[in-house]
């Protein structure tokens, strides 16, 4: 059983759409973590989100993207208008502070832009 | 900045086999290392992990790795491999300081052969 659940699993959209991704822990924490895999490439940071706030981010993750934690509950990276190359697995993670940086992972949400 | 090489991008091996994944890294402080597997169509899943103490460290599935400092490696073994070894197999490594944000290597496909 994953301990985040990710939705959804695969996305197909149109360049310049905007994308809603969404984690959902099984458990309540307070830390979360967006990571991407393009196709063929090494596993990315994009951003961390500690209390309702991004702690730290990635060069990657420009002002199209956004997080939030809407109802205390659901996080979501939001990508305002997307180009080809945002087309990635993206994988949401949460982890606990203090315990040398164990994460984990959901099982991704492949998002495909035309 | 640190940064994560794993020198093989494939590794087939047969059934029953050893088979030894090559991770180096390079970090200018004290790091904390780690193995993730991701099985056809499912998430990333910590194998193993170095924070502290014994340099070698065991998963419950027969793998283990050591961390060796001066040659800034983390090797990961496992001497009889299983079909259902199968998977992509990532290095990772942070620091105390980055918190939970892990660099990750560029994987390690390998296919377990009967």
């Known amino acids: 059983e994953p301990e985040v659940t990710q939705t959804p699993s695969h996305q197909v959209t149109q360049m310049g759409q905007e994308v809603i991704l969404r984690c959902v822990p099984i458990?309540?924490?307070?830390?979360f973590y967006w990571y991407r895999q393009i196709l063929g490439q090494k596993v990315e940071f994009l951003v961390s989100?500690?209390?309702?706030?991004?702690?730290?981010k990635s060069e990657i993750f420009d002002d199209q993207f956004s997080v939030e934690r809407p109802d205390g509950s659901n996080f979501t990276l939001k990508i305002r208008s997307t180009k080809l190359e945002d087309s990635a697995m993206y994988f949401c993670?949460?982890?606990?502070?203090?315990?040398?940086?164990?994460?984990?992972f959901g099982e991704g949400s492949r998002l495909t832009v035309l | 900045a640190q940064s994560v090489t794993q020198l093989d991008s494939q590794v087939p091996v047969f059934e029953e086999a050893p088979v030894e994944l090559r991770c180096n890294y390079s970090?200018?402080?004290?790091?904390?290392l780690f193995w993730y597997v991701q099985y056809p169509n499912q998430g990333l899943q910590l194998l193993l992990k170095?924070?502290?103490?014994?340099?070698l460290v065991e998963s419950i599935n027969g793998f283990e790795a050591e961390f060796n400092k001066s040659q800034t490696s983390f090797h990961l073994r496992k001497p009889s491999v299983h079909i259902s070894d199968t998977a992509e197999y990532f290095c990772?490594?942070?620091?105390?300081?980055?918190?939970?944000?892990?660099?990750f290597g560029g994987g390690t496909r390998v296919l377990v052969k009967p």
């Open positions: 458990s309540n924490h307070l830390y």
């Open positions: 990772a490594v942070t620091h105390k300081a980055a918190g939970n944000k892990l660099t």
């Open positions: 989100f500690y209390n309702n706030e991004i702690s730290e």
């Open positions: 993670a949460r982890g606990n502070r203090g315990r040398g940086g164990e994460l984990f």
């Open positions: 170095y924070l502290s103490g014994s340099t």
């Open positions: 970090s200018s402080v004290s790091v904390y």
